[in-house]
């Protein structure tokens, strides 16, 4: 059964809309995914709900089977207006379900437990959510084994992240606020062959690098790059060749670009 909540100074409304900052994201441990297609892929993986609300206006068939869904999972489930619901949610025009989610914590150590030849995709402190969910989004696609960020990152647990990443947050491990000391003992450690996208002399063409090994790409912040001590304890420097006029490429696109030919690689070497 569902419970209406007709206030807005009811704790769990309370709760949901303090989730806009990261603050309180941190200090209740939970993370607000809003929209029909996260509510989906938060169901098929084994993350926590703690509970969901939705409007009670729906008539949505896609929502109205998912609120049924989630009765099934025995998950608390809040039903409420409008105007109470536009004060937990983030986006205009929204869906009309949300869910309050745990959050997942990873190891470095996860990376490894499912893949013999792990490919790691390494964010060296880009910043903004938009590129940092859209570069988890393509390396889930590509079948990575996990993503790594270092500090400096943006948190992976903001609205626009979860948004961007599409729900590949769900079902690839994301291991946050990495130590650039603790990713090279990680990638020594395990014999990971570390490539570093960057503007060098000394950088080789992406397409010219074999990606089909224990790999980690490196990408760096949208306006500085990969970190001085990140570039000279890579193995090698790549970058992508240009013929137009643009001075660079945007880091989700570098990453795509670059995330994928791995997988050609991978999939060339397997055929």
Same mark, same amino acid.
């Given at each position: 059964? !569902?419970?209406?909540?007709?206030?807005?100074?009811? $704790?769990?409304?309370?709760?949901?809309?303090?989730?806009?900052?990261?603050?309180?994201?941190?200090?209740?441990?939970?993370?607000? $995914?809003?929209?029909?297609?996260?509510?989906?892929? %938060? #169901?098929?993986?084994?993350?926590? =709900?703690?509970? $969901? =609300?939705?409007?009670?206006?729906?008539?949505?068939?896609? =929502?109205?089977?998912?609120?049924?869904?989630?009765?099934?999972?025995?998950?608390?489930?809040?039903?409420?207006?409008?105007?109470?619901?536009?004060?937990?949610?983030?986006?205009?025009?929204?869906?009309?379900?949300?869910?309050?989610? /745990?959050?997942?914590?990873?190891?470095?150590?996860?990376?490894?437990?499912?893949?013999?030849?792990?490919?790691?995709?390494?964010?060296?402190? %880009?910043?903004?959510?938009?590129?940092?969910?859209?570069?988890?989004?393509?390396?889930?696609?590509?079948?990575?084994?996990?993503?790594?960020?270092?500090?400096?990152?943006?948190?992976?647990?903001?609205?626009?992240?979860?948004?961007?990443?599409? *729900?590949?947050?769900?079902?690839?491990?994301?291991?946050?606020?990495?130590?650039?000391?603790? &990713?090279?003992?990680?990638?020594? /450690?395990?014999?990971?062959?570390?490539?570093?996208?960057?503007?060098?002399?000394?950088?080789?063409?992406?397409?010219?690098?074999?990606?089909?090994?224990?790999?980690?790409?490196?990408? *760096?912040?949208?306006?500085?790059?990969?970190?001085?001590?990140? &570039?000279?304890?890579?193995?090698?420097?790549?970058?992508?060749?240009?013929?137009?006029?643009?001075?660079? #490429?945007?880091?989700?696109?570098?990453? $795509? =670009?670059?995330?994928?030919? !791995?997988?050609?690689?991978?999939?060339?070497?397997?055929?």
């Amino acid at each position: 059964m !569902s419970e209406v909540i007709t206030s807005l100074q009811n $704790a769990h409304i309370k709760l949901a809309a303090s989730l806009k900052q990261k603050k309180y994201r941190d200090m209740h441990q939970v993370f607000i $995914a809003e929209g029909t297609r996260l509510v989906e892929e %938060v #169901l098929k993986s084994d993350w926590e =709900i703690k509970f $969901a =609300i939705y409007l009670d206006s729906v008539k949505n068939e896609r =929502i109205l089977h998912l609120v049924d869904e989630l009765k099934t999972r025995n998950c608390a489930l809040y039903r409420v207006n409008q105007s109470i619901y536009d004060k937990v949610c983030e986006t205009k025009g929204s869906q009309g379900i949300l869910l309050v989610v /745990k959050k997942y914590q990873y190891n470095l150590s996860d990376i490894l437990k499912k893949a013999e030849n792990p490919v790691v995709v390494v964010m060296d402190s %880009v910043q903004d959510p938009g590129n940092v969910g859209t570069i988890i989004r393509t390396a889930d696609a590509a079948g990575c084994s996990g993503v790594i960020l270092t500090k400096g990152s943006a948190d992976i647990f903001n609205g626009k992240t979860v948004r961007s990443a599409m *729900g590949a947050l769900f079902h690839v491990p994301i291991i946050e606020d990495v130590e650039t000391e603790d &990713l090279l003992q990680f990638v020594k /450690k395990n014999s990971i062959r570390t490539y570093a996208a960057a503007l060098d002399k000394t950088a080789k063409t992406y397409f010219s690098c074999d990606f089909a090994k224990p790999t980690a790409m490196i990408f *760096g912040n949208e306006g500085n790059g990969v970190s001085d001590t990140l &570039l000279i304890g890579a193995s090698e420097k790549v970058f992508i060749p240009m013929q137009g006029d643009a001075e660079s #490429l945007n880091v989700a696109t570098s990453a $795509a =670009i670059i995330i994928y030919e !791995s997988l050609r690689q991978r999939i060339s070497r397997n055929c």
